[in-house]
Protein backbone atom coordinates (compact mmCIF):
# COMPACT_ATOMS: atom_id res chain seq x y z
CA UNK A 1 0.00 0.00 0.00
CA UNK A 2 1.79 3.39 -1.22
CA UNK A 3 2.17 6.21 1.96
CA UNK A 4 -0.56 8.51 2.15
CA UNK A 5 0.84 11.73 0.72
CA UNK A 6 0.74 14.71 3.46
CA UNK A 7 0.69 17.44 0.20
CA UNK A 8 -0.75 17.50 -2.83
CA UNK A 9 -0.29 20.02 -5.68
CA UNK A 10 1.20 21.33 -8.80
CA UNK A 11 5.25 20.74 -10.47
CA UNK A 12 5.32 23.30 -13.02
CA UNK A 13 8.01 22.84 -15.66
CA UNK A 14 7.72 25.62 -17.58
CA UNK A 15 4.51 25.67 -20.08
CA UNK A 16 3.50 22.07 -18.17
CA UNK A 17 2.28 21.66 -14.76
CA UNK A 18 1.91 18.22 -13.25
CA UNK A 19 -0.48 17.20 -10.72
CA UNK A 20 1.77 15.88 -7.70
CA UNK A 21 2.07 14.52 -4.35
CA UNK A 22 4.60 14.41 -1.43
CA UNK A 23 4.55 11.49 0.86
CA UNK A 24 7.54 10.23 3.15
CA UNK A 25 10.57 9.00 1.32
CA UNK A 26 10.69 6.23 3.73
CA UNK A 27 8.30 4.24 5.58
CA UNK A 28 7.41 2.74 9.25
CA UNK A 29 5.58 -0.41 7.95
CA UNK A 30 8.26 -2.67 9.47
CA UNK A 31 9.01 -0.51 12.66
CA UNK A 32 7.88 -2.85 15.78
CA UNK A 33 5.43 -0.89 17.86
CA UNK A 34 4.53 -1.68 21.35
CA UNK A 35 1.01 -1.17 23.43
CA UNK A 36 1.03 -0.41 27.01
CA UNK A 37 -0.91 -3.17 29.01
CA UNK A 38 -1.95 -3.89 32.42
CA UNK A 39 0.46 -6.56 33.24
CA UNK A 40 -2.40 -8.34 35.94
CA UNK A 41 -4.99 -8.56 33.73
CA UNK A 42 -3.70 -8.25 29.97
CA UNK A 43 -6.00 -5.41 28.75
CA UNK A 44 -4.71 -2.27 27.00
CA UNK A 45 -4.06 1.14 29.36
CA UNK A 46 -5.49 4.22 27.74
CA UNK A 47 -4.02 7.59 28.07
CA UNK A 48 -6.44 10.65 29.46
CA UNK A 49 -5.72 13.96 30.05
CA UNK A 50 -6.26 15.36 33.32
CA UNK A 51 -5.53 18.79 35.23
CA UNK A 52 -2.60 18.76 36.28
CA UNK A 53 -3.76 21.13 39.46
CA UNK A 54 -6.41 18.88 40.53
CA UNK A 55 -5.88 15.61 38.96
CA UNK A 56 -9.17 15.22 37.49
CA UNK A 57 -10.04 14.29 34.32
CA UNK A 58 -11.08 16.88 31.14
CA UNK A 59 -13.53 15.84 28.75
CA UNK A 60 -12.53 16.81 24.68
CA UNK A 61 -15.13 19.90 25.04
CA UNK A 62 -13.21 21.70 28.18
CA UNK A 63 -9.68 20.91 26.24
CA UNK A 64 -8.37 24.13 24.62
CA UNK A 65 -4.90 24.80 22.89
CA UNK A 66 -2.56 27.66 25.07
CA UNK A 67 0.99 29.72 24.70
CA UNK A 68 2.87 29.48 27.22
CA UNK A 69 3.72 34.04 27.75
CA UNK A 70 5.27 33.37 31.83
CA UNK A 71 5.33 30.96 34.08
CA UNK A 72 2.14 29.32 34.79
CA UNK A 73 0.58 32.26 32.76
CA UNK A 74 -0.89 30.88 29.48
CA UNK A 75 -2.89 32.82 26.03
CA UNK A 76 -5.76 30.70 25.24
CA UNK A 77 -6.73 30.09 21.83
CA UNK A 78 -9.55 28.96 20.09
CA UNK A 79 -9.94 26.58 17.09
CA UNK A 80 -11.60 29.62 15.12
CA UNK A 81 -8.54 31.77 16.34
CA UNK A 82 -6.12 29.17 14.97
CA UNK A 83 -7.56 28.70 11.70
CA UNK A 84 -7.76 32.65 11.28
CA UNK A 85 -3.66 33.11 11.91
CA UNK A 86 -3.32 29.99 9.69
CA UNK A 87 -0.75 30.91 6.58
CA UNK A 88 -1.91 30.44 3.12
CA UNK A 89 -0.43 27.29 1.52
CA UNK A 90 0.44 27.44 -2.25
CA UNK A 91 -0.06 24.29 -3.91
CA UNK A 92 1.67 24.93 -7.06
CA UNK A 93 5.90 23.76 -6.80
CA UNK A 94 8.44 25.76 -9.30
CA UNK A 95 11.63 23.87 -10.19
CA UNK A 96 14.18 26.07 -9.96
CA UNK A 97 17.26 24.31 -9.93
CA UNK A 98 17.81 20.48 -9.87
CA UNK A 99 20.44 18.76 -7.14
CA UNK A 100 21.56 15.62 -8.41
CA UNK A 101 22.83 14.04 -4.86
CA UNK A 102 24.97 10.56 -5.78
CA UNK A 103 25.49 7.64 -3.44
CA UNK A 104 23.44 9.24 -0.53
CA UNK A 105 23.35 7.76 2.79
CA UNK A 106 19.67 6.00 3.41
CA UNK A 107 20.25 7.47 6.75
CA UNK A 108 19.50 10.89 5.09
CA UNK A 109 16.77 9.92 3.35
CA UNK A 110 14.83 9.56 7.03
CA UNK A 111 12.99 13.20 6.57
CA UNK A 112 12.75 13.14 3.06
CA UNK A 113 9.52 13.41 0.96
CA UNK A 114 8.96 11.74 -2.02
CA UNK A 115 7.19 12.76 -4.89
CA UNK A 116 4.67 10.60 -7.23
CA UNK A 117 2.24 11.59 -10.36
CA UNK A 118 -1.38 11.45 -8.86
CA UNK A 119 -2.75 12.95 -12.62
CA UNK A 120 -2.23 13.90 -16.12
CA UNK A 121 0.09 16.68 -17.20
CA UNK A 122 -1.68 20.10 -18.22
CA UNK A 123 -0.37 22.96 -20.22
CA UNK A 124 -2.59 25.10 -18.50
CA UNK A 125 -0.96 27.27 -15.55
Known sequence: MAPRPFWTGYLKLSLVTCPVALTPA???AERVRFHTL???TGNRVVSRYV???TGQPVDDASQVKGYARDEGSFVLLEEDELQ???LE???AIDI???D???GRDRADLKNEQAKRPVGRP???S
Open 122 to 124: STK
Open 89 to 91: SAR
Open 84 to 86: AVQ
Open 26 to 28: TSD
Open 96 to 98: ERH
Open 38 to 40: NRK
Open 51 to 53: DSA
Open 100 to 102: NRV
